[in-house]
């Protein structure tokens, strides 16, 4: 009888079901962002590791970088979803992060160094969270089903690598519109990712919802962090 709710849509459950549902998620999302800090100041920490992030960065290796980040995210999102075993999804949930936080390493260095300090870093944070709050919260006030988003997301997704690669490719700026565009589709996806708590995920899957959200999440952190930037 203990697994009798098991696999059953979130959709279908009681409201207090429903809300102890959300609340392993989100407690999910926080310990990964947790984790993702914890990780990103240990990365911080090694010069060996800052060295080898930031020689990525350089023209053709960003490409292969990107490519490893997707390849790790595709994996880690399937082991979430497939994998019966609450071990492994954490294991993969928590490659995930290690990857976001590699991947941070330049942008955060950057940061740090062209303002002395994380105060820029700190701001970027507190917009992104208030902004993720906020659709969030327009999610389970208006109960609107924002699944009609995903081939919006897909197609807006695949122009956006497009011009990475054309960017990395010939060697231009993608600039600030595009930094605006990609918090744009950024906001879209958490507001895609937190309807998909209720349409489309069972009981059982609070580590893929929680994956989904924290990939959303630090998008949008991703690039306000840019946009900042490009104040300074």
């Known amino acids: 009888m203990e697994n ?6 979130v959709s279908d459950l009681s409201t207090i079901e429903r809300v102890e549902f959300y609340k392993k998620t989100y ?11 914890l990780i ?49 999804q954490y294991l993969a949930y928590g490659l995930y992060i290690v990857a976001e936080a590699f991947i941070f390493v330049p942008l955060i260095y950057i940061a740090i160094m062209l303002t002395n ?7 970027a944070a507190i917009v992104t969270l208030s902004l993720f709050s906020g659709l969030s919260a327009i999610v389970f006030v208006t109960k609107k ?17 497009g011009l990475i690669v ?8 993608l600039g600030l519109w595009f930094s605006v565009g990609m918090c744009v589709l950024a906001a879209g996806s958490i507001l895609y990712q937190t309807s998909n708590l209720v349409n489309k995920y069972s009981t ?3 580590i893929p919802a929680a994956l989904g959200l924290f990939a959303s999440l630090m998008l949008l952190f991703w690039y306000v962090l840019q946009i900042f930037l490009s104040r300074d």
Not at 27 to 37: D, K, M, T, Y
Not at 166 to 173: K, Q, S, V, Y
């Open 27 to 37: 407690s999910h999302v926080a310990g990964g962002v947790l984790f993702f800090i």
């Open 40 to 88: 990103e100041y240990l990365f911080l920490q090694s010069d060996m590791i800052v060295n080898f992030a930031l020689s990525l960065t350089e023209g053709y290796k960003w490409l292969f970088m990107l490519g490893g980040f997707m390849f790790i995210t595709n994996y880690a999102e399937k082991m979430t979803l497939k994998a019966p075993e609450k071990n492994v």
């Open 4 to 9: 009798h709710s098991e696999n059953v849509l």
């Open 145 to 161: 089903d924002f699944s009609f988003l995903r081939s919006i997301l897909t197609v807006g997704f695949f122009i956006a690598i």
């Open 166 to 173: 054309a960017g990395i490719l010939f060697g231009f700026d």
């Open 204 to 206: 059982d899957q609070y």
């Open 117 to 123: 300090g994380p105060d820029l870093i700190n701001q």
